[in-house]
């Protein structure tokens, strides 16, 4: 895991959807909960590591299909600097180029990303580009 820098810690929660309690699988056994299988799945999140991607940290299951999951966050977004209409320093250049780098490293591990919305893009004090797909 790379170090935080500017970064805090961040707790965002969620539920899985249930299953309903009487259906079995084709085997006859009980259905394995949504929440087990998003644990598991996680795994490979946390393995991920980029310069320019939020770590995610831990998970955690809770009753009733209630998931708390623990990532790198940082307060500023490039959509919240846009929203104020404040001068970036970040040059679009720059912001292309990073998020290509951060898209080529999604693309190698397979998974789905929202890149294209700017609330993912997350800036540290220094205004440097990180993205946290939630």
């Known amino acids: 895991m790379f170090p935080l820098k500017d970064a805090e810690m961040g707790a965002f929660t969620f539920f899985a959807s249930a299953l309903p309690h009487d259906v079995c699988g084709s085997n006859g056994l009980p259905l394995t909960p949504n929440s087990i299988k998003i644990l598991?799945?996680?795994?490979?999140?946390?393995?991920?590591?980029?310069?320019?991607?939020?770590?995610y940290v831990d998970i955690?299951?809770?009753?009733?299909?209630?998931?708390?999951?623990?990532?790198?966050?940082?307060e500023q977004s490039l959509e919240d600097l846009l929203r104020e209409r404040k001068p970036v320093r970040v040059?679009?250049?720059?912001?292309?180029q990073r998020t290509i780098s951060i898209a080529e490293v999604i693309h190698e591990t397979l998974m789905g990303s929202r890149l294209c919305l700017a609330a993912v893009h997350q800036l540290d004090g220094k205004h440097n580009l990180t993205y946290l797909d939630e």
């Open 60 to 74: 955690s299951r809770g009753k009733h299909e209630r998931l708390v999951v623990v990532a790198e966050h940082c």
């Open 40 to 55: 598991g799945r996680f795994q490979i999140l946390k393995t991920i590591t980029h310069p320019r991607l939020c770590q």
């Open 91 to 96: 040059t679009v250049l720059k912001i292309s």
